[in-house]
């Protein structure tokens, strides 16, 4: 079977999630304590279901009640239909032995597993039903095919992160199945490393300075960086989303605060909205969080960069991005650039974009995404560094995208995350969407250079950057309203 065979759509893999995290659950006893205000974090329900007093159980951790969520985690332990075990894992990981770790489970898909040997990798997953087959997908992209056998040696492996994903096909191998995802193998005992990895640029921010950071090292939002709102407010519906950002500056007693601290990260929670709330949310099905910088800081060219995990879960829409300081003008009108968006069931891709407005009904945006690593399981920094006539997009450290245009912007913009839900393109949750869930930020740090730019000269046409209508299956929508939607006392 050649590679041409395969049938995987990498933008629209996994049809079947399992959204149970027993780890973001352990997390959520730990921090509720009894603690207060302020203190939970969230925590996943069981797979294929969601319990309809998860909204108001949080909220009652947030007032204090921590037997609630004590016992919130007991249930959805004893209701879930999950094989993973949680105990399996730590037993894996040994922290304390001080020895590598060698067994490495999904928390996605179970009985999917990968082990370190003397020379190679072993992955291992669940027979599927029929099967003719099986293709491995190795960083997001195909590695082999197997017959036969549930198990696969990889045998062209350094010490490094693998992540690794299954897809069964019938014996006509004209239909596809993406059956096992979520499974990444830290090797470290090789003693070999890959020559032809990606490098960091280590002396990208030599000429840097810093001049914005937030550490979310605190208890409480720092409202003298951060706005919690839009500049359109927060009743209007952009992109069809279903979320309600509840702005805890101006609304302080709005009965649900989306933004908590574990001492090393702002987490950002999001649930469903509980009955109570709902003619204050403008009727939308779900409570989140945004922070912008607009009121404090601004700036035209530098690297911004944040270091976060991502929710997972059908119909999250993470994001951290810069849009323009000021609208309705400027050569490459109201530009966004798009730093990281994140699709919540697709748990190894993340989103580079950058839009603007040629007129007000016609706007460009060229994207593109780096795949192969799951940004669910643990921290990842995404970052950006613009200057005239440029765009370098990195995560990890590691360039993933350059864009070289004369229409990439020039004008003041501000920083901006936030967790969206649903909409267009993220699409609604279904039932194995897990409430709550958290958009987990160690930092956003902003940097410009000491030594001015020499601009990029560019010899080019016009309209390099494709109209959005001409490029749908690849380009990410813009999150700026059309002026005429803005309330009448918001516009500018």
């Known amino acids: ?284 099905a779900y409570l989140s969080g945004m922070i912008t910088s607009y009121d404090a800081f601004k700036f035209t060219y530098g690297y911004a960069e944040t270091r976060a995990k991502l929710p997972y879960g059908r119909g999250y829409w993470p994001a951290f991005w810069l849009l323009n300081a000021y609208y309705g003008g400027g050569e490459a009108a109201d530009p966004e650039i798009d730093i990281m968006e994140y699709i919540g069931h697709e748990l190894d891709a993340v989103h580079h974009t950058y839009h603007y407005f040629e007129t007000p009904s016609d706007l460009r945006s060229t994207s593109t995404f780096t795949s192969g690593i799951d940004f669910t399981s643990d921290f990842h920094t995404f970052s950006v560094e613009w200057e005239p006539n440029l765009l370098v997009f990195y995560v990890d450290g590691i360039e993933r995208y350059r864009l070289v245009d004369v229409n990439v912007s020039s004008e003041e913009m501000y920083v901006l995350a936030n967790t969206a839900i649903g909409g267009w393109w993220a699409g609604p949750p279904d039932e194995t969407t897990p409430f709550p869930n958290t958009y987990e930020i160690d930092y956003i740090r902003v940097y410009q250079k000491v030594t001015p730019f020499n601009d990029l000269q560019l010899d080019q046409p016009d309209h390099k950057i494709p109209l959005f209508d001409q490029s749908l299956d690849t380009a990410t929508p813009s999150h700026r309203p059309t002026l005429d939607s803005w309330p009448a006392d918001q516009r500018p």
């Open 1 to 284: 079977m050649t590679s041409t065979n395969h049938g995987c759509n990498r933008l629209n893999r996994f049809k079947k999630t399992q959204p149970y995290s027993p780890l973001l659950l352990a997390c959520l006893l730990s921090a509720c304590g009894g603690s207060g205000t302020d203190s939970a974090t969230g925590s996943s329900a069981s797979v294929g279901a969601t319990t309809s007093s998860s909204s108001a159980d949080l909220l009652a951790a947030q007032n204090g009640s921590s037997n609630t969520v004590a016992s919130l985690i007991e249930q959805e332990l004893e209701n879930s239909n999950s094989s993973f075990s949680p105990t399996a894992s730590l037993a894996a990981a040994n922290p304390d032995s001080g020895e590598p770790q060698t067994v490495f489970f999904s928390e996605r898909t179970s009985g999917f597993t990968g082990e370190v040997l003397d020379d190679t990798i072993r992955v291992t997953w669940e027979a599927f039903p029929d099967a003719g087959g099986y293709n491995i997908f190795r960083q997001g992209q195909y590695l082999a095919t197997v017959k036969g056998s549930t198990e696969y040696i990889d045998n062209s492996v350094f010490d490094d992160s693998y992540y690794y994903e299954i897809q069964a096909f019938n014996e006509a191998e004209d239909v596809f199945t993406n059956i096992a995802e979520g499974l990444t193998v830290k090797a470290s005992t090789f003693n070999r490393t890959d020559p032809n990895a990606p490098v960091t640029n280590e002396g990208l921010l030599d000429d840097y300075e810093l001049v914005f950071s937030d550490e979310f090292n605190g208890s409480q939002l720092d409202s003298t960086k951060w706005n919690t709102a839009f500049l359109w407010g927060p009743d209007v519906i952009i992109n069809s989303e279903q979320q309600y950002y509840v702005d805890i500056n101006n609304e302080p007693n709005f009965g649900y605060n989306p933004f908590s601290f574990d001492g090393d990260s702002l987490v950002i929670t999001t649930i469903e909205t509980p009955d109570n709330l709902v003619a204050d949310a403008n009727d939308q």
